[in-house]
């Protein structure tokens, strides 16, 4: 009868491992998926600003983490923050002598008292008649 009984703690604890390792790895998996829609975000953005090549259009897209997204930018926000609930962007602009470079930061938190979690782009683009 112990040896019974003692097995069945032995299961239990075995049981509630497994269910741990399951919560685990469902919150990996939704962190990773929010990564990815991040990734892609960033990406269709910069799609977005490399088909409006002059400087001074680009730096209509700079947007601080709190204000409200440009204009040229609401469509994106929008389907983004659909995709990331919660999502803040940053994005600044330095024009430079034959590239402009954007530094993006798309912000989110996960669950209500996680860490914020960042996927921060730096990319170039090639001013209009600029070649390498």
Not at 8 to 29: C, D, F, K, N
Not at 102 to 130: C, F, P
Request: proline share 5%; glycine share 6%.
């Amino acid at each position: 009868m112990l040896e019974a009984l003692i097995a069945v703690v032995i299961l239990a604890l075995g049981l509630l491992g497994v269910v741990g390792l399951q919560a685990r790895s469902y919150a990996a998996v939704s962190d990773a998926g929010l990564r990815a829609e991040a990734t892609l975000a960033a990406d269709q953005l910069l799609g977005i600003m490399n088909n409006n090549k002059a400087p001074v259009v680009l730096q209509t897209f700079e947007v601080g983490p709190d204000d409200e997204p440009p204009a040229p930018m609401q469509e994106w926000a929008k389907a983004t923050r659909d995709r990331i609930p919660g999502a803040k962007f940053e994005v600044i602009v330095t024009p430079g002598a034959r590239t402009t470079q954007i530094d993006l930061d798309i912000r989110w938190t996960r669950r209500k008292n996680d860490a914020e979690n960042h996927h921060q782009v730096r990319s170039y683009i090639m001013q209009q008649g600029e070649s390498l």
